[in-house]
């Protein structure tokens, strides 16, 4: 098929966008080359059998989704017609880091060459700091917050050591000024962030709602078996790795590298929060759910459908892969009431303690099981928030389900 124009079909496409592979796949083949293969433009639809028909209408609309989570302009285009409405952003900064970096570093350098004086070019830096610094707190987490300020100062330190001998140490000075006042400005809304967000996570664990999983376990289970001799689809087998292997989406679609090491264990690296923290993890093991060589096989055949991306593309934008991938996850796990994506960490870590005999769990906490299996951090006399806001679900069939992992 050739490439899709959003712009010219968007507006014949909007009702076909949330259909899924089940809705498509009721209708009949005179429905389909009607309704969706002549809207996408599938060629020669009428030569082709329903099974051909279907899968060809289906990976129409998962090229049209796509384009519309990965262009940005587009993307805002098809949410004023989606959604009626695109609320309003300072679209200066909402972008990614190394854009929001190289547009700070070219407004310092403007601040540097037409200042008067060095006090007159930091009241000017002033006023930037305060426009970037509250577009980020407005989008972002505290912790969020924090990795992305770290970012960017060490791609404006790079930028202004590349300098001309001219201007570099003006340029040294003013990026450091910079940093220290993006600093002084959000700490105090951080600090106030961090507050809330540990009140959330508190009030969540205190009112854990009861969620099961059979029919979770029993997709994730068929859709592993059908990598031996069919081709499912791929948001299934990546909500089936997530929930084997307990990682994150960036780490399974890009960052993550997967070595068997056991029948139920996998040695993991590529992970993607560790927020520079000097005791990261940067690799480790960890148990499966499933077994992990077909788990490794898995992995394999999401990239084989062209659902990953380099790592350096991740790196560049961390939101990469889930502007990639992250609707069509979405929908996917819309079939499971009370659970998203994201949730399937908490679930695999959750079913982990659930497997463990009584006889070890007696012998550790639980957070710091969480950690090991996660790859967090423990804060040395603290109860860390972080591992408090995975253990969020009371899994009501834990006992009935229990048995069906590592068999």
């Known amino acids: 098929m050739n490439a899709i124009s959003i712009t010219h079909i968007l507006d014949k496409i909007i009702d076909l966008l949330p259909l899924t592979y089940e809705e498509l796949e009721a209708m009949t083949s005179k429905q389909l080359r009607d309704n969706v293969a002549k809207i996408l433009g599938v060629q020669k639809a009428y030569l082709l059998k329903k099974g051909q028909l279907l899968e060809a209408c289906w990976q129409g609309l998962e090229s049209?989704?796509?384009?519309?989570?990965?262009?940005?302009?587009?993307?805002?285009q098809a949410k004023l017609k989606l959604k009626g409405q695109l609320k309003e952003r300072n679209h200066d900064?909402?972008?990614?880091?190394?854009?929001?970096?190289?547009?700070?570093?070219?407004?310092?350098?403007?601040?540097?060459?037409?200042?008067?004086?060095?006090?007159?070019?930091?009241?000017?830096v002033n006023g930037l700091v305060a426009a970037i610094a509250r577009a980020e707190m407005a989008e972002y987490e505290f912790s969020t917050v924090k990795s992305r300020r770290t970012d960017i100062k060490k791609i404006l330190d790079s930028m202004f050591q590349a300098e001309l001998p001219l201007l570099k140490e003006t340029m040294g000075i003013l990026t450091e000024y910079f940093y220290?006042?993006?600093?002084?400005?959000?700490?105090?809304?951080?600090?106030?962030l961090s507050k809330n967000y540990r009140k959330q996570v508190a009030t969540r664990n205190r009112e854990k709602s009861p969620i099961a999983i059979a029919d979770l376990v029993a997709t994730c289970?068929?859709?592993?078996?059908?990598?031996?001799?069919?081709?499912?689809?791929?948001?299934?087998?990546?909500?089936?790795?997530?929930?084997?292997?307990g990682r994150r989406m960036a780490e399974i679609h890009s960052l993550g590298q997967f070595e068997v090491t056991g029948d139920y264990a996998m040695h993991f690296s590529g992970q993607a929060k560790t927020r520079d923290a000097d005791q990261a993890k940067s690799h480790f093991d960890i148990p499966t759910l499933f077994p992990a060589r077909t788990l490794e096989k898995a992995i394999a055949y999401l990239k084989q459908q062209e659902r990953w991306l380099e790592p350096e593309i991740q790196k560049a934008d961390r939101n990469a892969v889930n502007?990639?991938?992250?609707?069509?996850?979405?929908?996917?796990?819309?079939?499971?009431?009370?659970?998203?994506?994201?949730g399937l960490r908490a679930l695999y870590a959750e079913c982990q303690w659930a497997l463990m005999p009584m006889t070890e769990k007696a012998k550790i906490e639980k957070h710091i099981k969480y950690s090991d299996w996660l790859g967090h951090i423990d804060k040395e006399g603290a109860s860390d928030a972080t591992f408090m806001s995975y253990m969020v679900y009371q899994i009501a069939d834990i006992e009935a389900i229990a048995g069906e992992f590592r068999k």
């Open 64 to 76: 049209v989704r796509n384009q519309l989570a990965t262009d940005e302009t587009e993307r805002s």
């Open 93 to 124: 900064y909402q972008i990614p880091i190394a854009e929001v970096a190289s547009k700070t570093y070219q407004r310092l350098k403007d601040t540097a060459v037409n200042g008067k004086d060095l006090q007159a070019m930091k009241e000017s």
């Open 180 to 192: 220290s006042q993006l600093l002084s400005f959000q700490r105090e809304d951080s600090v106030e």
């Open 221 to 245: 289970k068929k859709t592993l078996q059908e990598l031996e001799d069919g081709q499912p689809h791929w948001a299934k087998v990546s909500v089936a790795v997530a929930l084997g292997t």
């Open 323 to 342: 502007g990639a991938y992250a609707m069509a996850l979405s929908r996917e796990m819309g079939k499971y009431t009370g659970i998203n994506y994201k």
